[in-house]
């Protein structure tokens, strides 16, 4: 496994590679990283996974400072599935102030994006610059940030990007929580706590499968139990899967009933991002 960190030596090392799956990461990885570095392998020749932490893509209160950075250890975990690690300083990829932006749709100042300004203006930028640097066959983002994968999806096809985009399901942890580089701020009675909020989607999804169709009362139900339990609730939505936008009560049509049921809640300073599909049988 090589270990790169210029642009130069990348495109050097990758110019005669018939086939590139590229992972985009910001480095501290778990198994849901490695998933997905796993899935690059089934898909590629030649497996590329970046670490780089985006400041562009952190507002002026998070956390871009304090953001675990573990090359060695990442590197550690990579060797024997990737094949190449792009690993470059925020310098080589900001030689000067980035001036040139990704502006994204409307629906990236929805969710998550009202939560946090300005953030997939910055994630866009970025993992199209790497799409450029890289030109990979494929690039593999994981459905734990489902909101992230759609609008990464959306920019592909907008801009004509060659690169096919596959989304790799989430790893969970016994107890259901999905797996994240945050996840080790939690202290122990949080961690045990963790767990809660993919049984309140699950119960979400269990009730939409049962007929539950006044989605809004089903929404506000699960944001209160979430709250006497001691979470504070960033949002908890049911959307269509296709855009992302809030599921009609009268489900019509084959597009309609491929939903999804989004949260983001915090447990003391962490904040804990999660989903679950839904199809509905015709």
């Given at each position: 496994m090589q270990v790169v960190s210029t642009i130069a030596e990348l495109r050097a090392r990758l110019a005669d590679e018939p086939r590139i799956a590229f992972v985009?990461?910001?480095?501290?990885?778990?198994?849901?990283?490695?998933?997905?570095?796993?899935?690059?392998r089934e898909n590629g020749s030649c497996v590329v996974a970046s670490i780089f932490v985006n400041p562009?893509?952190?507002?002026?209160?998070?956390?871009?400072?304090?953001?675990?950075?573990?090359?060695?250890?990442?590197?550690?975990?990579?060797?024997?599935?990737?094949?190449v690690v792009f690993a470059p300083t925020v310098n080589e990829m900001y030689p000067s102030q980035q001036t040139v932006f990704v502006e994204p749709p409307a629906i990236a100042s929805d969710l998550d994006g009202a939560v946090r300004p300005g953030h997939f203006r910055g994630m866009l930028t970025v993992v199209l610059k790497l799409?450029?640097?890289v030109q990979p066959?494929?690039?593999?983002?994981?459905?734990?940030?489902?909101?992230?994968?759609?609008?990464?999806?959306?920019?592909?096809?907008?801009?004509?990007?060659?690169?096919?985009i596959v989304?790799?399901?989430?790893?969970?942890?016994?107890?259901?929580?999905?797996?994240?580089?945050?996840?080790?701020?939690?202290?122990?009675?949080?961690?045990?706590e963790a767990g809660f909020l993919y049984r309140v989607l699950q119960e979400m999804r269990s009730a939409i499968i049962r007929g539950e169709r006044d989605f809004e009362q089903l929404r506000q139900r699960k944001v209160e139990t979430l709250s006497a339990r001691g979470w504070s609730v960033d949002y908890v939505a049911v959307r269509?899967?296709?855009?992302?936008?809030?599921?009609?009560?009268?489900?019509s049509g084959r597009a309609q009933r491929n939903l999804v049921i989004l949260a983001a809640a915090r447990l003391g300073n962490t904040r804990l991002l999660d989903n679950v599909e839904v199809s509905l049988a015709d």
């Open positions: 985009p990461t910001m480095g501290n990885l778990h198994e849901g990283h490695l998933n997905l570095v796993r899935l690059a562009l893509q952190f507002g002026p209160n998070e956390d871009f400072d304090k953001y675990p950075r573990t090359l060695e250890a990442d590197c550690a975990k990579l060797r024997g599935l990737a094949d799409l450029n640097i066959q494929i690039a593999l983002f994981g459905k734990k940030d489902y909101q992230q994968l759609h609008l990464i999806r959306h920019m592909v096809a907008q801009l004509n990007l060659p690169a096919r989304g790799g399901e989430t790893v969970r942890a016994t107890d259901g929580l999905a797996l994240s580089s945050r996840n080790q701020y939690l202290d122990e009675a949080q961690r045990a269509n899967q296709s855009d992302l936008l809030p599921a009609s009560a009268v489900i």
